[in-house]
């Protein structure tokens, strides 16, 4: 059987960097003839705390369509933002809102961190490191930290020579994973 990729950009906010890395991270895999969609957290429901959690569970059917994505998918790539030291707060909730054990037990997660600042979100990859291995997901060990990324990848979404290579060696490593 095929395995199915699913990239998350891991932030709501419009224009995000999340989302450009993702798409450029679906290139580097669809080099290798590997098709992957991309879930864009800022097309969430916006009340999607409210409509889709907790005693709302499956009762929002956008937010069901990201839990059949989800369902569907064998290996995630996770491009996380560093925000106040860790990572979106939009994240953790889309998290919180998707089945549990079932969505990412014995599944596997690759992690991209970036961040304005000198430490590439690697908080945030930790933390999610603790909270995917708690949920039962395998994650790869090489976790790229895209530091000080503005001088990096501009608007029209290209990325330094230096930072396609990371990201190059990571997919390298994580379709073999
Ligand atoms: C709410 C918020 C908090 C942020 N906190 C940090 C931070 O703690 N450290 C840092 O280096 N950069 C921080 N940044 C900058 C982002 O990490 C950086 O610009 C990142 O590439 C933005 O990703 P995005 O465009 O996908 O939102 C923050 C940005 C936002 C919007």
């Known amino acids: 059987m095929t395995t199915k990729y699913t990239i998350i950009s891991g932030t709501n906010r419009k224009g995000a960097n ?3 890395l993702g798409s450029i991270y679906r290139n580097l895999l669809a080099a290798k003839n ?3 969609d991309l879930i864009d957290l800022e097309k969430l429901p916006p009340d999607f705390l409210f409509t889709a959690l907790y005693d709302n569970a499956n009762k929002d059917e956008v ?3 990201y839990q059949s994505l989800i369902n569907n998918s064998d290996k995630f790539i996770f491009i996380i933002p560093e925000y106040n030291g860790s990572f979106p707060g939009v994240l953790k909730a889309f998290i919180d809102g998707l089945d549990y054990p079932s969505s990412f037990k014995h599944k596997k997660a690759a992690l991209v ?3 304005a600042g000198t430490q590439g979100s690697a908080l945030a990859l930790s933390h999610l490191t603790d909270i995917f291995n708690y949920l039962g997901m395998h994650v790869y060990a090489m976790k ?5 990324i503005e ?3 501009n608007k029209e979404g290209e990325l330094s020579q230096n930072y396609l290579d990371l990201l190059r060696e990571q997919v390298d490593g994580f379709v073999r994973f």
């Open 18 to 20: 999340s989302y450009l």
């Open 34 to 36: 590997i098709e992957a």
């Open 63 to 65: 937010f069901n369509s």
């Open 113 to 115: 961190g970036h961040s």
């Open 144 to 148: 790229p930290r895209l530091l000080h």
């Open 151 to 153: 001088k990096h990848l």
